[in-house]
């Protein structure tokens, strides 16, 4: 769908060039946050064996778990994205990327990940409700769900719409996102057989700026 209705190729196109190093110094880290270099990193995580990036784009996340150790899958809507995380990552064992939507994957897959994370990625730009069955079946006993987005504008709750608008011109396109808040979020989860683990409000480096919100889930046991 690398074509004028695709947001996903639209946001690429307003993308500034990737960065080669972080300010350490290190080709791949991962970053929660949309600001260079703040917030915390893949610790949050743990140790997992096999992970899933859910709406991965150009992949820094994913490659960086990846280089941790992990067997890692990217799974992204964009062919313009993966097409970039592709090229951009090849030397790196370990990883693979899939064009597909986080609903489809989760729906025709197999396997159980340890670890499954999404970075203002699918878990926000999917219903909560479709996308939380399908992720608790495929999240191993003790693995670990996080996820990080936007928090909510405050009143505006539920699924947004949107518009992506390309550098060049060309028509917007629309996009529609789940927005909770963190005391939502623990319900939903809930909802859907997880235990929250922690939620955390992350303010950016200028606190005028939109803050992080990040959620940590595990699998209720059953
Ligand atoms: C804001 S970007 C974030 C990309 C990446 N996680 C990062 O931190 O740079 C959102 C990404 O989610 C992907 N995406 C949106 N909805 C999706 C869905 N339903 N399934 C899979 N990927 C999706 C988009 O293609 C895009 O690459």
Not at 42 to 47: C, D, I
Not at 63 to 75: I, K, M, Q, T
Not at 204 to 212: I, L
Request: hydrophobic content about 40%; some cysteine.
């Amino acid at each position: 769908m690398a074509d004028g209705r695709d947001p996903w190729s639209a946001f690429a196109d307003r993308q500034p060039g990737p960065r080669l190093r972080n300010a350490a110094g290190e080709t791949t880290w991962f970053n929660w946050t949309q600001y260079p270099d703040h917030g915390p990193g893949a610790e949050l995580l743990g140790e997992p064996a096999t992970a899933a990036d859910l709406g991965c784009g150009g992949g820094r996340n994913t490659a960086h778990l990846a280089g941790r150790g992990a067997r890692v899958v990217g799974v992204d809507l964009s062919p313009v994205l993966l097409a970039q995380a592709r090229e951009r990552w090849q030397e790196v064992a370990g990883l693979r990327f899939v064009e597909r939507s986080a609903v489809d994957f989760l729906t025709e897959t197999d396997e159980r990940f340890d670890a499954v994370c999404s970075v203002y990625g699918a878990v926000w730009f999917t219903d909560p409700d479709v996308l939380l069955p399908l992720l608790r079946k495929r999240l191993a006993p003790d693995g670990i769900l996080a996820f990080s987005q936007e928090p909510p504008i405050e009143g505006c709750h539920g699924a947004q719409g949107t518009y992506i608008r390309r550098k060049n011109g060309g028509p917007p396109v629309p996009v529609v996102r789940w927005a909770h808040t963190c005391e939502q979020w623990r319900d939903i989860l809930a909802r859907h057989g997880f235990v929250t683990l922690d939620t955390r409000i992350v303010e950016a480096p200028d606190p005028a700026y939109v803050p992080t919100m990040l959620v940590r889930a595990a699998p209720r046991p059953s």
